[in-house]
């Protein structure tokens, strides 16, 4: 494992106030590139997530053939191979600490005549991969993997793919993803079945790009079928906002009495707006202003004033539209009034780390009373500022870091993660952006926030100003 830990503190700050322009959505960057990948021309693509997860799959495309650039602009632009013409890569491909570009591209080499070898960082050799070789290996492909379908493996495209009918036993978007992928270079129609509706991405940039995918309601859930060998042409991408990064300066805004925030060009599809529903839920006053469409995805401006949270039940149905916020939302009821039960948690337990276990340690740590189930967690808030104090495992997670940066902020004393290095994957420049609104993280790598923000300290003006538009 790598010993390059690099610890970060978040100190109890003031109010936090301006605007964030937060980095682009992960989910959308990678499918922007990987079908951009398999189109026919040049695609560009404007607010591309240049976090380390996405360059991963960027240089794994170029090895698969595809040229693609970013340009001075902050443009990229991909140059395509079209449908079946990806090269087998001479190198091991490795996805860092990406769960989604490695499902994503072993669903893409399924049916693409190659051999590839991959591999990934102490985190993502840890989670499962079976859940994508199992239909891929319906579809022809074959796998040697490690015990229980993990990371390094090996894959050998199928030559003659086939399609298939398949119905998710998770709530997967990165296996329902995997599955279209491959379906574009079988003939006839992929079909996926899915229990409970996942984010639609893949569907919509397929789309985008000309191929025929149509979704129809099913038993509660969604069946999506894609109709194989389509043309793909390159077109121009606009990447949104990504909802799960506007979630940490969004909830530190919240928490933080006094504060007004505005993040502009944020995502907002239904299919990944849980955290908003259940902030909303609990009394957060954020005000959704000027939506409009941006190549197919729904964004909007959200405007963020300081609010007395509650705490709600969550239930597990509404897991899947915010399955990366549930560390946040924890931080948001350690600080709100009342018991928050969150439910239907299994899949937490096999993202980047077992989030479920490190939401609990780290809020324990910090003097916040919390039990975790199976699959649940409830937490218990005081409506004043938690203790803090603690020191957090992060496990290689970024966003447990990004959460427990947040409590720090509102806590009593400051929070310790014990490493910041993995916010890189998904959030670049974080603690800066933090700082830049009024926040207090500190770290080696870091210039000081301390003596800009010290005028900050007396609490009192920022309360007194809200006060005045008639709130708390
Ligand atoms: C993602 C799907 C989700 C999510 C991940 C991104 C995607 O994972 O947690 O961060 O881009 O398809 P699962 O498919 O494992 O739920």
Not at 30 to 47: C, E, K, N, Q
Not at 144 to 152: H, I, Q, S, T
Not at 348 to 377: H, Q
Request: net charge positive; glycine share 12%.
């Amino acid at each position: 494992m790598h010993a390059h830990h690099s610890p970060l503190t978040a100190h109890p700050s003031g109010a936090l106030a301006g605007t964030a322009l937060t980095p682009g959505d992960k989910s959308v960057s990678h499918r922007a590139l990987l079908i951009g990948a398999l189109a026919v021309g040049r695609t560009r693509v404007a607010g591309l997530l240049a976090g380390d997860d996405v360059l991963r799959t960027a240089s794994c495309c170029r090895a698969l053939g595809a040229r693609i650039e970013r340009h001075a602009d902050g443009a990229w632009t991909v140059d395509g191979v079209g449908v079946g013409g990806l090269n087998e890569p001479e190198l091991v491909l490795d996805m860092g600490n990406s769960g989604t570009g490695a499902r994503l591209l072993l669903g893409m080499i399924s049916t693409h005549h190659l051999t590839a070898v991959m591999t990934g960082d102490a985190s993502l050799v840890r989670r499962p991969m079976a859940r994508v070789i199992a239909p891929l290996e319906a579809m022809g492909a074959r796998f040697v993997a490690r015990e229980g379908g993990r990371l390094p493996l090996s894959v050998t495209g199928a030559k003659s793919p086939l399609p298939i009918s398949y119905r998710l036993p998770v709530a997967s978007a990165q296996v329902k993803s995997a599955i279209l992928l491959a379906g574009l270079n079988a003939p006839g129609t992929t079909v996926v079945i899915e229990p409970e509706a996942t984010r639609d991405h893949s569907e919509t940039m397929l789309r985008h790009f000309g191929a025929t995918v149509t979704v129809e309601p099913f038993e509660g859930g969604r069946r999506i079928a894609l109709t194989g060998q389509p043309e793909l042409t390159a077109r121009d991408v606009v990447v949104p906002r990504d909802p799960s990064s506007a979630a940490f300066p969004l909830v530190a805004a919240l928490i933080l009495a006094g504060s007004r925030l505005k993040l502009p060009g944020v995502g907002i599809n239904p299919l990944r707006s849980g955290l908003l529903l259940s902030l909303k839920e609990m009394g957060a006053d954020i005000a959704i202003e000027n939506r409009r469409e941006q190549g197919g995805e729904k964004v909007a401006d959200l405007l963020v004033r300081a609010s007395k949270l509650n705490g709600i039940e969550v239930p597990a149905d509404r897991a899947p539209t915010m399955i990366d916020e549930y560390p946040i939302l924890a931080v948001a009821a350690a600080c709100a009034r009342g018991r928050t039960v969150m439910r239907g948690l299994a899949e937490l337990r096999v993202k980047e780390s077992d989030r479920l276990a490190a939401i609990a340690a780290g809020l324990k740590a910090n003097g916040v009373k919390v039990e975790m189930g199976e699959d649940s967690l409830t937490v218990e808030g005081t409506g004043s500022p938690p203790p803090g104090g603690g020191t957090v495992a992060t496990h290689m997670d970024h966003r447990i870091a990004m959460a427990f940066l947040v409590l720090g902020l509102g806590a009593r004393r400051a929070v310790t993660v014990d490493d910041g290095t993995m916010i890189d994957t998904s959030f670049p420049g974080f603690a800066a952006l933090m700082n830049g609104l009024g926040a207090r993280i500190a770290g080696p790598l870091l210039k000081k926030p301390a003596r800009a923000t010290a005028a900050r300290k007396p609490k009192k003006k920022p309360v007194a100003r809200a006060k005045k538009r008639g709130r708390k």
